[in-house]
Nanobody
């Protein structure tokens, strides 16, 4: 499975960005999809996850109410809509695919496949 992120960039605080992650290889609809981020000098942290058929979503407290994860199985793509961005949201954002929806889904070891990441920079 290959995962390729796009949509990152530079945005002012309060602005919005939409990240995309396109998957190829195995049947996309069978995967649980997630987004993680890593800021310079910090550990990777969970952002959001979405189950098969979009039945369930789960967000980190730091992004709840500002970010929305969604998926389009016909396009083999998962999205992350990011609104009301803050400078502390600056990080490399990576998408990931897991085979099973089983808590805790915020743990990176649940995910088998990873993209290379896309940089998001929020200026103050």
């Amino acid at each position: 499975v290959q995962l390729v992120e796009s949509g990152g960039g530079l945005v002012q605080a309060g602005g919005s960005l939409r990240l995309s992650c396109a998957a190829s290889g195995r049947t996309f609809s069978s995967f649980v999809m997630g987004w993680f981020r890593q800021a310079p000098g910090k550990e990777r942290e969970f952002v959001a996850t979405i189950s098969r058929s979009s039945a369930s979503t789960y967000y980190a407290d730091s992004v709840k109410g500002r970010y929305t994860i969604s998926r389009d199985d016909a396009k083999n793509t998962v999205y992350l809509q990011m609104n009301s961005l803050k400078p502390e949201d600056t990080a490399v954002y990576s998408c990931a695919a897991a085979l099973v929806w089983a808590q805790p889904m915020h743990v990176s070891s649940r995910y088998r496949y990873w993209g290379q990441g896309t940089q998001v920079t929020v200026s103050s």
